[in-house]
């Protein structure tokens, strides 16, 4: 699927609300644009003091967001004021139509791409959750030998789990030839789990660098394809694009296979 072209400022205006300096969680909102040409702020990365702006958007929306990512859409009103919507999914299912990364005239098959970027993004918690098993508050070095023995479990057992899975996924989608999880063209579920595979190289590269071979659909087809695509080839190499460091994904060796 070719990128569109850049929209024009007529249509509603996207502001990305996250933290700064870190891709996160709202790295997945955006690749949503990148692959399909949709101008887009990064309010948090993009604007002076962009910071304070975006924790003052997401304080003051209607109902307030509890955490981001959110989105603001300018030219769309809830209750008089600009339309907030929050949680990744939930942002991902209301782009999803408006960028063209849903299968066109089929209903049903949103909430197939919407339960497999919901599936993906499980994932990513997982991996978080290997070095804050404990609380989420304290540091990593506070309950690291708890870590260890999640990330134990995580790389033996759970990490295969879901290459299995989604290998059976790309292998069954017949139209998408081993590169697209639903139907022939990119959607939101592709770039979404693409995000996660790259995030759980980056924190245990030997496990990986172990299984990927055994799951070659996932990483000799999927992956390799994201990765070249037209929208997104660009982008991945710019420097809009954030590196992994401490966020969801970190990379402790101690923690890998």
Not at 46 to 57: A, M, R, S
Not at 62 to 69: D, I, T, Y
Not at 118 to 146: G, M, N, R, W
């Amino acid at each position: 699927m070719a990128p569109r072209q850049k929209k024009q400022r007529t249509e509603p205006k996207y502001e990305l609300l996250y933290h700064p300096e870190i891709p996160g969680r709202g790295e997945y909102i955006r690749l949503a644009f990148e692959a399909t040409g949709t101008p887009y702020s990064d309010v948090s990365n993009q604007e002076k003091n962009g910071y304070k702006k975006f924790q003052n958007l997401i304080t003051d929306a209607n109902p307030p967001v509890f955490a981001p990512p959110a989105l603001l859409v300018h030219g769309e009103d809830y209750h008089g004021k600009p339309l907030v919507i929050s949680q990744t999914s939930n942002i991902l299912l209301y782009l999803g139509p408006k960028l063209g990364l849903v299968p066109e005239g089929d209903k049903i098959a949103r909430y197939h791409v919407n339960g497999l970027a919901i599936t993906a993004l499980d994932f990513c918690s997982e991996a978080h959750d290997v070095h804050h098993p404990i609380d989420i508050e304290q540091y990593y070095e506070q309950q690291k030998e708890e870590a260890k023995k999640k990330a134990k479990s995580f790389t033996k057992r759970r990490i295969p789990k879901f290459f299995g899975y989604f290998e059976t996924v790309l292998s069954e989608n017949k139209e998408g030839d081993g590169k697209y999880l639903v139907g022939k063209s990119l959607t939101y579920a592709d770039t979404t789990l693409w995000q996660v595979l790259e995030g759980i190289e980056f924190a245990f590269p030997k496990t990986v660098a172990k299984l990927s071979k055994t799951y070659s659909l996932l990483f000799s087809n999927f992956r390799e394809n994201i990765k070249e695509h037209e929208g997104l080839k660009e982008y991945l190499t710019s420097d809009r694009r954030l590196p992994f460091s401490i966020g969801i994904f970190r990379h402790y060796p101690e923690l890998d296979a």
